[in-house]
């Protein structure tokens, strides 16, 4: 049997793709199969499959883009346990160590199953009787409105803090990089045992962000109205809105994100690399 791969990509960029019909062709010219939604299919890039279909024989999923689109495929495929390969031909890729200039060596690495793979802690999220997994972040935060809110949050039921502004962030170490670091929380190595939980410009000026052991069970309690509507964010993809009083249970879910790294990830040299791009873009602005 051929070994199976899905492609998801980014439909708005067209360097992504272009790199995933370039993989494509290099693993099915390996003897590979390649699977992909429709409109990606139609570009040229494998046989139509959608994502919520997909058959038990798949040996990774591979995401072409930024890191945004690595999240919105692991939220699909969190309760496979499936290996996570990204692609960068996005903006920040501190998830994406693939190359879409080297499709022949991706296409060897994939087909030889030679690649290391590193499991990375998903947050396991409670609210309003659903349950929900995160990889990097939640975010509790005001929506729409451009009112304060108030969020307080727990740790073992001991209260931590209780913010004024624009909500409450939880991070995993991952996800230390992401929404959390433009809200001023620490940089945190990814293989570090720990939570993250940082308010969102708070009103209190000597409130700071909190770092949580990894065993830590937090609690976040929000109010919100019809007219003045809060809103969870999951990863940035997963909306839920909220109108009324919550309580949001935040822990370790038992489960893992498996994410293929095929070479060494050295994380200081990745943030210094990408501080360096941002820095150039921002003057080029």
């Not at 729409?144 to 949050?153: D, N, Q, R």
Request: aromatic residues 6%.
């Amino acid at each position: 049997m051929k070994p199976s791969f899905y492609f998801y990509a980014n439909p708005y960029q067209t360097r992504s793709v272009e790199a995933a019909r370039a993989l494509a062709q290099a693993v099915e010219a390996a003897g590979g199969k390649v699977l992909a939604e429709k409109w990606l299919a139609d570009s040229g890039v494998g046989a139509p499959c959608e994502l919520k279909a997909l058959p038990a024989d798949i040996r990774a999923l591979v995401a072409f883009g930024g890191d945004g689109t690595l999240l919105r495929a692991a939220q699909e495929v969190m309760d496979r346990q499936l290996p996570l390969l990204g692609v960068h031909t996005g903006t920040v890729g501190f998830l994406m160590p693939g190359r879409a200039e080297e499709p022949q060596a991706t296409a060897a690495l994939l087909m030889e199953e030679s690649y290391p793979i590193e499991a990375f802690p998903l947050l396991q999220v409670r609210c309003e009787g659903k349950e929900y997994r995160a990889l990097n972040d939640l975010a509790l935060a005001r929506g729409e409105h451009p009112g304060v809110i108030e969020v307080t949050a727990l740790a073992d039921g001991e209260e931590v803090f209780c913010a004024h502004g624009d909500g409450v962030v939880v991070s995993t170490p991952l996800g230390a990089t992401a929404y959390g670091l433009s809200a001023g929380g620490p940089i945190v190595r990814p293989d570090a045992p720990c939570l993250l939980l940082t308010p969102l410009c708070a009103r209190e000026l000597l409130l700071r962000p909190v770092i949580l052991p990894f065993q830590a069970h937090i609690t976040l309690l929000a109010h919100g109205r019809d007219r003045r509507r809060l809103q969870l964010a999951l990863d940035g993809q997963t909306l839920v809105p909220i109108t009324h009083e919550v309580q949001i249970q935040v822990s370790l879910a038992p489960e893992s994100a498996l994410l293929i790294r095929p070479e060494k990830h050295c994380f200081f040299d990745t943030l210094r690399k990408k501080q360096a791009i941002w820095n150039q873009q921002e003057k080029q602005e």
